[in-house]
């Protein structure tokens, strides 16, 4: 009788502890198995995310925007230089590069690559070089409004200059709210200075 009941006691006993140990957080599946979002879950901030530079284009950026502009290829050019400024309160890169007939300056916006002015020249030796083409002033409008999207005779302003022993016509046009300016070499019949500013100030 007695080893009956100690049988019973032990059977209590362990029916109890399983069921207090089947309920505490060793046991408890949804304090283990449940994953921490706080540690696991990867960040987009991590130094994995590739740099944007705060939305800036890079300095090699800008070049590349200056030559595809340009309609040059890089190996097309040298004297390539270029450095951040500050241009009527915008931060920009100044892109300078010359080809075999040109010097060509680029102002980009550093923010979003926005080619903020721009222009030519064309070097003088090469100009001498030049055989005499000579056009007249409505042959000279013609040769701007080639070069100009969107622009008609009527929107070119003119006038006839001397320099350096040429005969030049001077002269701007604003289409679509962009300010052109240029000189015409008439004797050699070739745009001499080609100056846009895409941005008013």
């Known amino acids: 009788m007695k080893k009956v009941i100690a049988v019973i006691c032990i059977l209590v006993i362990g029916f109890i502890g399983g069921f207090y140990l089947s309920n505490s957080s060793l046991f408890n599946s949804s304090n283990n198995q449940k994953p921490s979002t706080a540690s696991n879950t990867p960040s987009t ?38 450095h951040a400024e500050n241009y009527y309160g915008v931060d920009i890169y100044d892109v300078e590069f010359d080809t075999e007939d040109k010097q060509f300056n680029y102002n980009i916006d550093k923010q979003n690559g926005d080619i903020y002015s721009m222009d030519y020249e064309v070097d003088d030796r090469y100009l001498r070089n030049l055989p005499d083409n000579p056009i007249s002033e409505q042959e000279a409008i013609d040769l701007v409004v080639q070069n100009i999207s969107g622009a008609q005779a009527s929107d070119i302003k003119l006038r006839r200059d001397h320099d350096d022993h040429y005969t030049e ?14 000189t015409i070499n008439a004797d050699k019949g070739i745009i001499k200075e080609w100056d846009v500013d895409y941005k008013t100030h």
């Open 45 to 82: 901030t991590t130094s994995n995310k590739p740099a944007t530079n705060n939305g800036n284009i890079t300095e090699d950026d800008a070049k590349t925007i200056a030559l595809h502009d340009a309609k040059v290829s890089p190996n097309g050019i040298y004297n390539m230089r270029s």
């Open 169 to 182: 016509y001077e002269g701007q046009a604003i289409i679509n709210n962009i300010r052109y300016e240029f």
